[in-house]
């Protein structure tokens, strides 16, 4: 890792993060459904393609490359334009899909589009279809998961790139439902969804950032017609 910040370009955000993601850092981006963990996922990339010419990959295991469109453009995204420009790659991977290799396969697009941004959504879906784990039927307590997904993250992070891991919550007490994504990760941002009766129902914490001073306050989240807007209590 290097001292580069890396901006998310996400309001409010940075200033949170003390600037952005170190360079080269790989986050964890955990929280219940539809805390907004995807959108915010795309619009780190949308905002380095765009505002920091970063071109960036996501790689889905979740929703079709469409859907993101789709989903994009209620925020005026130009997630095509950005396609067409080389600045934005969509790898839509169907979960049953997912073999031992299809980390090599990810690793070649981003050396050959010179990716600097990646997210992952997600980890968890991952961690649930890891190839022995489909063939043996085993539980995804398994050990082979946890190397799947230790070696998965470690061939990431040799790239270089600055990533976006998006994970659900376990309902074991773990943050992840590997159980060692979140000691391998760099940092943690966790999402979480509790409507309180005011303006904003989600709220966010950096929960773990090494080499940063990062804020640990709660803050508001907003999903607005233009993106995430992270917001400041009092
Ligand atoms: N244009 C919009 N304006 C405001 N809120 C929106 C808009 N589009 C989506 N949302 C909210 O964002 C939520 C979905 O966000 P997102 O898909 O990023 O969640 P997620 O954390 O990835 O969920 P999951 O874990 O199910 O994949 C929706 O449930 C909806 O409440
Ligand atoms: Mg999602």
Redesign the pocket.
Known sequence: MGGNLVKTGIKGLDKQLGGGIPEGALVMVT?S????????GMEFLYNGATRYDEPGIMVTF?ETAEALVE?AR??NWDIVGAQKQKKLVIAALPANKIEKDSIETIVKIIAKNNIKRLVIDSISTLAFNTPTLSDKALSVEDMSVKRFIYSFIYRIRETGVTGLLIS?NSNNGNLSVDGVSEFICDGIISLKFQPMGGAYSRSLIIQKMRNAKNDEDLHPVE?S?SGVVVHTLG
């Open positions: 929280g459904p539809g805390t907004g963990k995807t959108i915010l979740e989903q209620q925020f659900q999903i017609n």
